[in-house]
T-cell receptor
């Protein structure tokens, strides 16, 4: 399995503050993804990256930005956190060797915005 | 648009019995992959099984099998000989070829009774 680490695992922050979540991989996979998980919605794609400095928006990208300055790190930033962004955030990897490959997920970050 | 439907929010099964978790999907792309993930109470997303749209046979992985009915656009997960450790949330997902968004259903919570 790919080495993938998310940090922090838990965070409580106040409305209006910026928050950055980090996803770190040790497998040199090309594709990295940020999803959020909410009850009744499954997982929904926020942003993804297909290489260093190459990113694109997903289904629920409003209020989020991402950066990937190195292959191993993919950062998700909430510029000004809102209560609607309280969620569990998952990072995922895909190696890209097969176009139909599945994803490997990190352990998740539980974010609470108060 | 919702592309993955899991109609069973919760399911109960007796230990050692088989259980089927339903999943239907919607796509006009002839090339796609179907995935099932397990999410135990600890929160991590565990890959279970994969079915490609061109695969002639149903996928199997140990006690897991995928009942793939292409014409009906259904991809039901069958768990044989249920164990207490199978109690978890189960997500069906689909990714169309060339698409970077793996779409997830809302999930089914399975409870295995002793």
């Amino acid at each position: 399995d790919a080495g993938i680490t998310q940090s922090p695992r838990h965070k409580v922050t106040e409305t209006g503050t910026p928050v950055t979540l980090r996803c770190h991989q040790t497998e040199n996979h090309r594709y990295m993804y940020w999803y959020r998980q909410d009850p009744g919605h499954g997982l929904r794609l926020i942003h993804y990256s297909y290489g260093v400095k190459d990113t694109d928006k997903g289904e629920v990208s409003d209020g989020y930005s991402v950066s990937r300055s190195k292959t191993e790190d993919f950062l998700l930033t909430l510029e000004s956190a809102t209560s609607s962004q309280t969620s569990v955030y998952f990072c995922a990897l895909r190696d890209g060797l097969s176009d139909m490959g599945g994803y490997t997920f990190g352990s998740g970050t539980r974010l609470t915005v108060v | 648009a919702q592309k993955i439907t899991q109609t069973q929010p919760g399911m109960f099964v007796q230990e050692k019995e088989a259980v089927t978790l339903d999943c239907t999907y919607d796509t006009s792309d002839p090339s796609y992959g179907l995935f099932w993930y397990k999410q135990p109470s600890s929160g991590e997303m565990i890959f279970l099984i994969y079915q490609g749209s061109y695969d002639q046979q149903n996928a199997t992985e140990g006690r897991y099998s995928l009942n793939f009915q292409k014409a009906r656009k259904s991809a039901n997960l069958v768990i044989s000989a249920s164990q207490l450790g199978d109690s978890a949330m189960y997500f069906c997902a689909m990714r169309e070829q060339g698409d970077n968004d793996m779409r997830f259903g809302a999930g089914t919570r399975l409870t295995v009774k002793p």
